[in-house]
């Protein structure tokens, strides 16, 4: 039998060189040969991966993403079970249970599963990361494991109350107790899994309420034992390196894990409330980066007008849009787009949320001196083409990013605003004269992320009049349109929707528009004009993705506005 890496250099797939490198790397990591090639990045697919292993051991590869499991075969393997040993079953014909796992070799692994079920095991290939989402989907999306820690956590774990009385060595006791540390190390990888941008921990009356951001949307997960509201703030304040007997300020952390061979970063923020301390970590995982114009979504027009505008020697581009609209995916994807080596790019942020290779970043810090003024300053003198600054929030900080555009440097930065014509209202208000926006603004480009609808469980429907009316549709308009939505199904846990899309609005100040400005007219006027010169509101993206089957009509009258 061939092994592996022969295998891939015979099919192409790697160098005899790129083997031998992860040879070596595997004997001082003692990782899977697999794992190595694609941390190492001589395989970009897990699947091609997948496809060669069952060719090896000629037994099939299944992509799990792909398919609906039958929720009664999946569960012929408790949970517990299929969590320790990361399978899941697939199907079953006859006395033949058929089980997916990313280690077909471990015979132990099937003689465990026969002797359990009952059932003869035939395994099939399929990547970890696949069958950790298969595990979240079907086994109730992962609450029931959740449960049975909190179980166990009642009756192994010494409670402690949220009470003055004790002492930092009785809480000290409490947060080392292994279960409670199981249980907040399981929140985490609970939240990694299930793709969660933010876990909120709430202190109420009579509950410790748990719920995970998901797609933009607060899911409420199995409430934590309210007595442990202590133990588990101090456990997640050791971890983040945080003042464990500090409950009466704010504290900001972070906390950074391996999993799965990359690193990602939580920001923990700790606030004292009526009840106790709420903790929000936000999760900051690389693989949620997707640092490719190409990916965001843009229409074609769209994204060669932003490539040309990127691409300029000199001038101001401007994001803008609520929090958690895509804003920082977006400019970091402009970043990685424009870093070779003979640029030097320099960023101020607060806080930086994603490392990247050959970027300058730096984090500001008020609350020591090193504010967006000081850092800015600073880059003058470091030889900047290209500056990032996080966000503007005030007149200084504007007249320095436009003294570094109008002065040779291409600068990139956000606002909080509601479309594009009003970020010139906005930086009227913090006192910006007119000429001088008209001349460092190039582009404005406002975002919204709109959910998607769930691939599986897509149904066409029929939207009420007073829909079609508020998104100004006629009914010749409508009668050519197949609208969508998701009716809920295990996969998408129940919401009808599955991931997001970015939909944009650009203006590009040209001539006529810069001629508005200057002689300051309202944010209406400027809208219009840039309208008949083509530009596409956020509404018109959204509604393109509506007829393109994509999002929902509660979606695109949720976010935009006409």
Not at 20 to 30: F, I, V
Not at 86 to 112: S, Y
Not at 221 to 239: E, G, N, Q, T, W
Not at 310 to 319: A, E, K, T, Y
Request: charged share 25%.
């Amino acid at each position: 039998m061939l092994r592996l890496g022969e295998m891939l250099i015979n099919a192409g797939r790697i160098t005899s060189d790129q083997l031998n490198h992860a040879l070596t790397e595997q004997k001082q990591t003692g990782e899977k040969l697999g794992q190595v090639l694609l941390r190492l990045g001589y395989l970009k697919d897990k699947n091609i991966l997948n496809e060669f292993l069952a060719k090896q051991l000629n037994i099939g590869s299944i992509k799990l993403d792909d398919i609906q499991l039958d929720p009664d075969i999946v569960t012929l393997i408790p949970e517990k079970t299929a969590r320790r040993l990361n399978i899941v079953a697939t199907f079953k014909i006859g006395p033949i249970l058929f089980v997916a796992t990313a280690d077909p070799r471990n015979m132990k692994l099937l003689d465990t599963l026969k002797f359990q079920t009952g059932y003869e095991i035939q395994p099939v290939v399929a990547s970890e990361s696949s069958i950790l989402k298969a595990i979240d989907r079907y086994y109730h999306n992962g609450l029931g494991s959740i449960s049975n820690l909190v179980e166990g956590l009642d009756e192994q774990v010494e409670v402690v109350e949220d009470s003055d009385e004790f002492t930092d060595l009785e809480l000290q006791r409490a947060i080392e107790d292994k279960p409670l540390v199981k249980l907040v190390d399981h929140i985490i990888l609970d939240a990694i899994r299930s793709g969660t941008s933010d876990i909120h921990i709430e202190p109420y009356e009579n509950e410790l309420r748990l719920r995970f951001r998901i797609d933009g949307t607060l899911i409420e997960k199995p409430p934590l034992p309210y007595r442990l509201k202590a133990a588990v703030a101090s456990r997640i304040k050791i971890m983040s390196s945080l003042n464990i007997s500090e409950r009466r300020i704010p504290q900001d952390g972070r906390i950074k894990i391996k999993y799965q061979g990359r690193a990602i970063d939580f920001r923990v923020s700790i606030i004292p409330t009526v009840f106790g301390e709420k903790i929000v970590i936000r999760l900051l995982d690389p693989k949620n980066l997707m640092l490719n114009l190409t990916t965001l979504g843009f229409p074609e027009r769209s994204l060669k007008l932003f490539e040309w505008a990127i691409n300029l020697p000199f001038g101001m581009i401007l994001v803008t849009g609520p929090t958690g609209s895509g804003k920082t995916t977006t400019l970091y994807s402009a970043l990685s787009t424009l870093n070779k080596p003979g640029v030097n790019i320099t960023t101020a942020e607060q806080p930086v949320e994603y490392n990247i290779t050959d970027i300058n970043q730096v984090q500001v810090q008020p609350e020591i001196g090193l504010t967006f003024q000081t850092v800015l300053r600073a880059f003058f003198r470091q030889d900047p083409d290209i500056m990032l600054i996080g966000e503007i929030r005030d007149k200084e900080t504007a007249e320095i990013a436009i003294k570094a555009a109008l002065t040779g440097h291409l600068v990139f930065s956000t606002l909080h605003t509601n479309d594009a014509s009003s970020t010139i209202t906005r930086l009227v208000d913090i006192g910006i004269p007119n000429f001088l926006i008209g001349e460092a603004v190039k582009l404005i480009m406002a975002q919204r992320l709109l959910k998607t609808i769930c691939p599986r469980c897509k149904t066409e429907y029929q939207p009420t009049p007073e829909e079609l009316e508020i998104l100004e549709l006629n009914p010749k308009e409508a009668s050519q349109i197949r609208f969508y939505r998701g009716a809920g199904c295990p996969y998408c846990g129940g919401s009808g929707n599955r991931g997001r899309t970015a939909v944009f609005e650009l203006m590009p100040i040209t001539r006529s528009i810069k001629q508005l400005i200057n002689t300051k007219k309202t944010a209406i006027e400027i809208q219009e004009a840039s309208i008949q010169e083509g530009m596409q509101t956020l509404r018109m993206a959204a509604i393109d993705k509506l007829k393109e089957g994509i999002v929902c009509v509660e979606q695109v009258i949720a976010e935009t506005i006409a």
